[in-house]
Nanobody, 123 residues
Framework: QVQLVESGGGLVQAGGSLRLSCAAS????????MGWFRQAPGKEREFVAA????????GYADSVKGRFTISRDNAKNTVYLQMNSLKPEDTAVYYC????????????????WGQGTQVTVSS
């Protein structure tokens, strides 16, 4: 199995940027489709972005399209989420997740999860 550890969260003003990282250990990352999800207080966890095994295909939630970019470096066993033009409604705990098959936005298809990193956007 694979272990996932997120980092890069923090407090940022609206309009600012953050880059989240998700480091994998235990198995080579290239075996997995990777996704980012987020959960705001009192809300359900929601899909943010996903990337295919080699990075050739990506998918985004409408709410982040054009502002967030998912990427991966399989040589470094790391997946990234570049977040630009952040809004207060982006405040949430962000999780990375791994799936053996293409899972897209369906969180139930992901097999492994990190512990999450907090992102807070102030207005």
């Amino acid at each position: 199995q694979v272990q996932l550890v997120e980092s890069g969260g923090g407090l940022v003003q609206a309009g600012g940027s953050l880059r989240l990282s998700c480091a994998a250990s235990g198995r080579t990352l290239s075996r997995y489709v990777m996704g980012w999800f987020r959960q705001a207080p009192g809300k359900e966890r929601e899909f943010v972005a996903a990337i295919s095994w080699s990075g050739g295909s990506t998918g985004y939630a409408d709410s982040v399209k054009g502002r967030f970019t998912i990427s991966r470096d399989n040589a470094k066993n790391t997946v990234y989420l570049q977040m630009n033009s952040l809004k207060p409604e982006d405040t949430a705990v962000y999780y990375c997740a791994a799936a053996l098959d293409w899972a897209g936005g369906s969180e139930y298809e992901y097999d492994y999860w990190g512990q999450g990193t907090q992102v807070t956007v102030s207005s």
